[in-house]
T-cell receptor, first 112, second 116 residues
Framework: RKEVEQDPGPFNVPEGATVAFNCTYSNSASQSFFWYRQDCRKEPKLLMSVYSSGNEDGRFTAQLNRASQYISLLIRDSKLSDSATYLCVVNEAWGGYNKLIFGAGTRLAVHP | GAVVSQHPSWVICKSGTSVKIECRSLDFQATTMFWYRQFPKQSLMLMATSNEGSKATYEQGVEKDKFLINHASLTLSTLTVTSAHPEDSSFYIC????????????FGAGTRLSVL
């Protein structure tokens, strides 16, 4: 079983749509959680951290359910510029260091 | 946000040659730097974790003699792919973590390596 699993998509949605991505992780001891965005042939960029109480940043809302080991990202009012791959990322403490485990990503394509 | 510079962005080399990739944190001190590899349509895979002044810790299955990592200062880490072969062709990305303890990693722009 993969440590971080995501639906690969692609999700093809029209502008203005609301889209939700899900992610599950296998290590219950994982400590912190993030969503990164990666454009084609570019490096990942931090979109937002995910907190247990849920958090919102503009059109983006992230949720964490530790009991179910489940993370979600909701994008409202999709823009063309939201087209990218969204990476679910879990941080694990390991031998005194912190280690990021990446999901394979969910592709989003927003069309006019 | 913090800036991490990675160089070169693209390199093409002949099989058997060695390639060095640099990763620099420009506006913060990075006690820990990470090296990842990403094959097309796959997730980033951690290769090694490097701490300033000490030997890198390699992930299982990553050959330390093939992928040499040096982290001589708080702002610079290098990855050298020795005797590169076509199967080493990939997207290599570094990241750096600051001393702030927030577990956030800042990524370099990546290096696309093509071995002929």
């Amino acid at each position: 079983r993969k440590e971080v699993e995501q639906d690969p998509g692609p999700f093809n949605v029209p502008e203005g749509a609301t889209v939700a991505f899900n992610c599950t992780y296998s290590n219950s001891a994982s400590q912190s959680f993030f969503w990164y965005r990666q454009d084609c042939r570019k490096e990942p960029k931090l979109l937002m951290s995910v907190y247990s109480s849920g958090n919102e940043d503009g059109r983006f809302t992230a949720q964490l359910n530790r009991a179910s080991q489940y993370i979600s990202l909701l994008i409202r009012d999709s823009k063309l510029s939201d087209s990218a791959t969204y990476l679910c990322v879990v941080n694990e403490a390991w031998g005194g260091y912190n280690k990021l485990i990446f999901g394979a990503g969910t592709r989003l394509a927003v069309h006019p | 946000g913090a800036v991490v510079s990675q160089h070169p962005s693209w390199v093409i080399c002949k099989s058997g040659t060695s390639v060095k990739i640099e990763c620099r944190s420009l506006d913060f001190q990075a006690t820990t730097m990470f090296w990842y590899r990403q094959f097309p349509k796959q997730s980033l895979m951690l290769m090694a974790t490097s701490n300033e002044g000490s030997k890198a810790t390699y992930e299982q299955g990553v050959e330390k003699d093939k992928f040499l990592i040096n982290h001589a200062s708080l702002t610079l880490s290098t990855l050298t792919v020795t005797s590169a072969h076509p199967e080493d062709s990939s997207f290599y990305i570094c990241s750096a973590s600051s001393t702030s303890g927030k577990n956030i990693q800042y990524f370099g722009a990546g290096t696309r390596l093509s071995v002929l």
